[in-house]
């Protein structure tokens, strides 16, 4: 059973720091990864998706990866209170045209 | 660009009831077409994907159903509705293979009493 692991949280961080949210997976083989927001209520929405070890910059976003580790991370930096939301790491189940993802973790940014 | 629909946005339903959900996508080819459903604080559980037109393949056994009669379209059934049904119904596309990225539909909010 491939499996995604997040911290359920909240991680509650206030505006304008860094959050840092963090996200380990079991298959070894997995070469794509994602991050999501959901706010309460609505769907997913795609942040960013990383393949390559390393960091990868999206304006406030960055996600790092490191596959030696099957560690994947998303820093937000200057926390605003729009950023709180669940955010959900996904991996790509290889060899099945799918994602796993993980339970979320749940964000707070307060003014 | 590509759109997905779900409808409805909203539905209520007793036990024991029967269910149709629809979810569309404009502007895409051949997508793979797959049906979530997330309970209350949970997480999301991935309840049929399908890869062509009459291609499904279910994840959890239950007693729900998918069919995909067009290629751009996915429709989760049931014929008697639990109360464990309850949650909020999401579809999602992707193109394999080219970003494997899934983008989701608004979702459906399904209450069962």
């Known amino acids: 059973q491939k499996e995604v692991e997040q911290n359920s949280g909240p991680l509650s961080v206030p505006e304008g720091a860094i959050a840092s949210l963090n996200c380990t997976y079991s298959?070894?083989?997995?070469?794509?990864f994602f991050w999501y927001r959901q706010y309460s209520g609505k769907s997913p929405e795609l942040i960013m998706f990383?393949?390559?070890?390393g960091d990868k910059e999206d304006g406030r976003f960055t996600a790092q990866l490191n596959k030696a580790s099957q560690y994947v991370s998303l820093l937000i930096r200057d926390s605003q209170p729009s950023d709180s939301a669940t955010y959900l790491c996904?991996?790509?189940?290889?060899?099945?045209?799918?994602?796993?993802f993980g339970t979320g973790t749940r964000l707070l940014v307060s003014p | 660009s590509q759109t997905i629909h779900q409808w409805p946005a909203t539905l209520v339903q007793p036990v024991g009831s029967p269910l149709s959900l629809e979810c569309t996508v404009e502007?895409?080819?051949?997508?793979?077409l797959y049906w979530y459903r997330q309970a209350a604080g949970r997480g999301l559980q991935l309840l049929f994907y399908?890869?062509?037109?009459?291609?499904i393949s279910s994840e959890v056994p239950q007693n729900l159903s998918a069919s995909r009669p067009q290629d751009r379209q996915f429709i989760l059934s049931s014929k008697k509705l639990l109360l464990s049904d309850s949650g909020f119904y999401l579809c999602?596309?992707?193109?394999?293979?080219?970003?494997?990225?899934?983008?989701f539909g608004p979702g459906t909010r399904l209450t069962v009493l």
């Open positions: 298959d070894r083989g997995s070469q794509s």
């Open positions: 399908s890869v062509g037109i009459g291609q």
């Open positions: 502007g895409t080819s051949n997508p793979n």
């Open positions: 996904a991996v790509v189940d290889t060899g099945f045209q799918k994602l796993v």
């Open positions: 990383i393949y390559s070890n």
């Open positions: 999602a596309w992707s193109v394999w293979l080219a970003e494997d990225t899934q983008y």
